[in-house]
């Protein structure tokens, strides 16, 4: 365990001053009050729809061009999700009061899962 110490009286934010004395003692229930009481994870169901995006458009590439249409559809995938990653990047900006710094990781996160996915799909059946 890597223990840090900071003296007390450089941490002026009580909150900061708090977390690392709680990570200092080891106490999980005092470091989970502070950052995980109302943590809620939203971007789990954006994820859900670019799965299924990428699936609508696997089946539509089988149905319009056979068995090799199912790689193009996973390459039609890619715009459309980099235009629905980024709307759920501008609702979290716009709407949910987050900054584009704290956005941005969840956006490669959204918009880069279901691309990997995608690239292997293509890959496989190229």
């Known amino acids: 365990m890597i223990r840090w110490s900071a003296p007390s009286d450089a941490l002026t ?3 900061v001053k708090t977390a690392i004395e709680a990570l200092q003692k080891g106490d ?10 109302d943590a809620k994870f939203y971007d789990d169901g954006v994820l859900a729809i670019g799965f299924g995006l990428l699936v609508l458009c696997a089946l539509v590439g089988r149905l319009v061009g056979g068995p090799s249409g199912i790689a193009a559809g996973a390459l039609v995938f890619l715009p459309l ?8 990047m501008y609702i979290g900006v716009a709407r949910a009061g987050y900054s584009i710094s704290e956005e941005a990781p969840m956006f490669a996160l959204v918009f880069g899962i279901p691309v990997i996915a995608a690239v292997i799909v293509w890959w496989v059946l190229r």
């Open 13 to 15: 934010n009580p909150t």
């Open 28 to 37: 999980h229930k005092a470091w989970s009050a502070l950052f995980e009481s």
């Open 81 to 88: 999700w980099l235009v629905g990653a980024g709307i759920n």
